[in-house]
């Protein structure tokens, strides 16, 4: 089991930048997979980065390119920073945690100003 939070969205103008954290409440290295999500008003929750315990890292198209996903095993966090944002990247930004189960942050909300 793990409980985590997001943090670190907000509102930014179009092709600005923001870094989201998400807090683990157990040792990251333990986890299979952690993730971004996102779901914007209307619309079907999407995956936007991934990252293995081994560490490799996998990305929606749409972002490949302008976000990065990382991780700080000593700090228990996982990071995603976000560059030349879009209005289209408006959205609740969710964590994933995969071990036995599927667990969820509570989301965190960015909003992108064209």
């Known amino acids: 089991q793990v409980q985590l939070v997001e943090s670190g969205g907000g509102l930014v103008q179009a092709g600005g930048s923001l870094r989201l954290s998400c807090a683990a409440s157990?040792?990251?290295?333990?986890?299979?997979?952690m993730g971004w999500y996102r779901q914007a008003p209307g619309k079907q929750r999407e995956l936007v980065a991934i990252i293995s315990a081994g560490g490799s890292t996998n990305y929606a198209d749409s972002v490949k390119g302008r976000f990065t996903i990382s991780r700080d095993t000593a700090m228990n966090t996982v990071y995603l920073q976000m560059n030349s944002l879009k209005p289209e990247d408006t959205a609740v930004y969710y964590c994933?945690?995969?071990?036995?189960?599927?667990?969820w942050g509570q989301g965190t909300q960015v909003t992108v100003s064209s």
């Open positions: 994933n945690a995969l071990i036995m189960n599927t667990y």
């Open positions: 157990r040792n990251i290295a333990s986890i299979n997979a």
